[in-house]
């Protein structure tokens, strides 16, 4: 409840009040949210229930939910007693608020795939230096490396199970701050790499496999660097695979 003691909206300048209470509700839902209090997919509300909790008006309630859904948070059910489903944070919303100030500044693919290519080695790297890589990485890595080789001679399938290698490259580095910010790129480039896909196989341009085996060869030799601790080879591995496999999609 944001105050004891009769209603937290007064008559007085209403106007001004309701949107600074609307976004303290939104604070505290929001809080519960990031922190767990409130699991993905469960509901909040009837909306009766919040209204008596935070002793506010409606339409102070219906602006605070209203903000929490523009950031993705929630979706609001509509109806008498109304509510809300909580969405947990994903990388995906990272993405496409990143996608919208790239696309505002005009921003070219080739700027996410230099982003891209200096900073996934950098998670690779990490992923070399886990004391626990053996548990923590590396059985992550030989499940999407086993997807891969199996879509060998499938380009799309290729194409999909490579990146979600790479994908567990950056989400198992151990900073979760890196797994969130390239772990955004990543979803921005796959889909520009998938656009590519589609157009390239459609018209007998996708790259044979042999190309696609020199790729099952790289990701091989990244396990291994991993695996043996190599923090700077697998860096230096990760970048000349990274420029190797962009080129397709750039050129």
Known sequence: MLRTGGSVEGTRDTRIRQPRLATMVASLLRERIVTGRL????????????????????????????????????????GNKGGAVVHTPRTETAAQAIDLVLRSRQSAPEDVAVALARLEPVCAGLCAERPDRATGVL??????????????????GFVRAARDFHAQLVFTCGNAAMAVAVGALERLWSAAEQDWAGGAAGRGEFPGIDRRAEGVKAHRRLIKLIAAGDAAGAERAAHRHLAAAQCHVLG
Do not use: N
Request: no cysteine.
């Open 39 to 78: 699991a993905d997919g469960e509901v909040i509300g009837p909306q009766d229930d919040l209204l008596t909790e935070f002793r506010v008006s409606k339409p102070t309630l219906r602006e605070a939910l209203r903000i929490l859904e523009s950031e993705g948070l929630i979706t609001v059910l509509r």
């Open 139 to 156: 059985p992550a890595l030989e499940t999407a490396q086993r997807a891969v080789e199996d879509h060998l001679e499938d380009p799309l």
